[in-house]
């Protein structure tokens, strides 16, 4: 798999060169596969090691854990692949993840409403892949539900590590952030 994302990015980078701004549609789909490959060893990776965390102390360790180590986690992969990934929210638990430019306010809503991964090239010649993050495990809801399913010491970590917290009141299925990868 690494040595296939290697040699697609090779292929997306001499592409990148192109002078227009406009993708065919063969090159948005491999800038789409590229972005959902990354996207998805991102998530496979941030979830082993909360459920990692989770099983060596609890759930109350794994909110400590996120808080010193996800950003870390998602710079050093973004390092590796030589892209630049963010994980944001309109609920954001750290305000590092919170929307803020106009394009992710619109991908935000458009993500609202279509939940499907989509490519969007900025007037800068950037190409960005954009892609739903779905609630879709119940040890989630131990940290992003309702009052009912966080424990009060795992809410008590929360509100130490993320005192302007917004990222709870979910339920399964919801949209609960969206993948941003600036690609190369």
Same mark, same amino acid.
């Given at each position: 798999?690494?040595?296939? /994302?290697?040699?697609? @990015?090779?292929? /997306?980078?001499? @592409?990148?060169?192109?002078?227009?701004?406009? /993708?065919?549609?063969?090159?948005?789909?491999?800038?789409?596969?590229?972005?959902?490959?990354?996207?998805?060893? @991102?998530?496979?990776?941030?979830?082993?090691?909360?459920?990692?965390?989770?099983?060596?102390?609890?759930?109350?360790?794994?909110?400590?854990?996120?808080? *010193?180590?996800?950003?870390?986690?998602?710079?050093?992969?973004?390092?590796?692949?030589? *892209?630049?990934?963010?994980?944001?929210?309109?609920?954001?638990?750290?305000?590092?993840?919170?929307?803020?430019?106009?394009?992710?306010?619109?991908?935000?809503?458009?993500?609202?409403?279509?939940?499907?991964?989509?490519?969007? *090239?900025?007037?800068?010649?950037?190409?960005?892949?954009?892609?739903?993050?779905?609630? #879709? /495990?119940?040890?989630?809801?131990?940290?992003?539900?309702?009052?009912?399913?966080? #424990?009060?010491?795992?809410?008590?970590?929360?509100?130490?590590?993320?005192?302007?917290?917004?990222? *709870?009141?979910?339920?399964?299925?919801?949209?609960?952030? @969206?993948?941003?990868?600036?690609?190369?």
């Amino acid at each position: 798999m690494t040595i296939r /994302l290697l040699l697609l @990015m090779s292929i /997306l980078s001499l @592409m990148a060169c192109k002078d227009n701004q406009t /993708l065919t549609t063969q090159e948005e789909e491999q800038y789409l596969q590229l972005g959902d490959s990354i996207s998805n060893i @991102m998530q496979k990776e941030l979830l082993k090691n909360v459920k990692q965390a989770i099983q060596q102390r609890g759930i109350d360790y794994a909110v400590d854990f996120c808080n *010193v180590k996800a950003i870390p986690l998602t710079d050093s992969l973004s390092m590796f692949n030589n *892209v630049k990934i963010q994980r944001l929210s309109d609920k954001n638990r750290n305000p590092n993840n919170a929307i803020h430019s106009q394009a992710d306010k619109m991908a935000w809503e458009k993500l609202s409403t279509d939940k499907t991964d989509f490519i969007e *090239v900025e007037s800068s010649k950037d190409i960005f892949y954009y892609k739903p993050i779905i609630l #879709a /495990l119940p040890t989630c809801l131990k940290c992003h539900g309702s009052s009912s399913d966080i #424990a009060g010491t795992t809410q008590e970590m929360i509100d130490l590590k993320y005192p302007a917290d917004k990222a *709870v009141g979910y339920t399964m299925g919801d949209l609960r952030g @969206m993948w941003k990868i600036q690609l190369k």
